[in-house]
């Protein structure tokens, strides 16, 4: 599984978890609580020693049920409140006469809790041991041995259901969040390239404008356009065109950082924004790309297709009030290259607050 599709499903259901535990935690407080008339009803006697336990119990995972009073992640903090409350369950039944005769669904009940709550087969073992080892324990004290041998029996079979159970809504799980994932990055990302789209990329460059101007660094945003291209589609056809795109995009991979962004902004007109880029670097990547894609040749049933791209480069500078500003400029950039001859780059900089191009030929 991608580990941002893993990373976001943890995310989600952390906050399922902190819901459920907010939502169902006091309920299921209650119901322990409440099943102290059931001990009256079975044991009278004994009754309100199962009482002040269970209350207890109340009190203790009542500190589990919101975030912040215990520094926990909401899957310790539900692994905590399945501890607390079936131990209480199983304590109680070891002190009521017959308890555990009668109160075995109960004890057997919780372990579907932790079907739901849990995602890893060693935490799901984990979990599950210590109220085991505590039924074993006392019910070997007080139940006969046929009743002993069935409690345990029944015990494990129900685990081995929540066990699979788990497995089917981990599964589950996974899939839909695969499939959020890949709808996510149908949303943001072109189909053809696979690059950022260009309504993504504009999220982004809003961002980094915001980021370059609260800690005063650079930032430059380059604007490429294939040269001729729709000579290219009348002469080799749209699917070498479409080869051309596809390359292009695999070259802006391959020269630009980790940091940087790169998206397919129109047609045949892509953008890459460069953090932390001052004029020097973003004229050296500029070169580095042009330089890449001449160099590239993309084969076809009719030869090999040479093909080039102007590049026109913006600085964000005082004069930029939003990233409208600086794509404005980076276009005009590009269109002046265009019309100086194609294959070429050309910086767009600012001035007094007057924009203009500069010729770097």
Not at 26 to 55: E, H, K, S
Not at 89 to 117: E, H
Not at 121 to 140: D, K, Q
Not at 328 to 345: E, F, H, P, W
Request: with cysteine; glycine share 6%; hydrophobic share 50%.
């Amino acid at each position: 599984m991608p580990q941002d599709a893993e990373r976001h499903l943890r995310q989600t259901h952390e906050a399922t978890m902190n819901e459920l535990l907010a939502a169902l935690g006091p309920l299921i407080a209650a119901a322990v609580f409440l099943f102290g008339f059931w001990d009256y009803v079975t044991d009278p006697a004994n009754a309100p020693w199962t009482l002040l336990v269970r209350a207890g119990a109340v009190v203790l995972g009542s500190i589990a049920f919101r975030p912040g009073r215990l520094r926990w992640s909401s899957e310790q903090r539900c692994i905590y409140v399945y501890w607390l409350f079936s131990c209480t369950v199983i304590l109680c039944n070891f002190i009521l006469r017959d308890g555990f005769l009668y109160g075995l669904v109960g004890v057997v009940a919780g372990l579907f809790f932790v079907s739901v709550i849990l995602m890893s087969n060693r935490t799901f073992l984990v979990t599950v041991s210590l109220p085991f080892a505590l039924f074993v324990a006392l019910s070997a004290f007080t139940a006969p041995l046929f009743e002993f041998a069935n409690g345990i029996v029944s015990y494990l079979l129900s685990a081995i259901i929540a066990f699979v159970l788990m497995a089917m809504i981990r599964f589950l799980r996974r899939k839909a969040a695969l499939l959020e994932e890949e709808l996510r990055r149908q949303a943001s990302h072109d189909s053809l390239t696979g690059l950022l789209n260009r309504a993504r990329l504009n999220e982004l460059a809003v961002r980094e404008m915001a980021l370059a101007e609260r800690h005063s660094r650079p930032l430059a945003i380059l604007m490429l356009d294939i040269d001729h291209f729709k000579l290219v589609n009348d002469t080799y056809g749209h699917d070498v065109g479409d080869r051309v795109i596809i390359r292009l995009a695999d070259v802006c991979r391959e020269q630009l950082r980790e940091i940087d962004h790169v998206g397919r902004f129109g047609g045949e007109e892509f953008v890459c924004i460069l953090p932390e880029t001052d004029r020097d670097a973003a004229l050296a990547c500029a070169e580095r790309l042009r330089a890449a894609v001449e160099a590239l040749c993309v084969e076809c049933a009719k030869g090999g297709v040479r093909f080039t791209v102007s590049i026109g480069i913006a600085l964000r500078g005082i004069a930029h009030k939003n990233w409208e500003a600086l794509l404005k400029d980076a276009d005009t950039a590009l269109y002046q290259a265009k019309q100086n001859g194609r294959n070429r780059i050309e910086l767009a900089e600012a001035r007094g607050g007057d924009r203009f191009v500069r010729n770097l030929s």
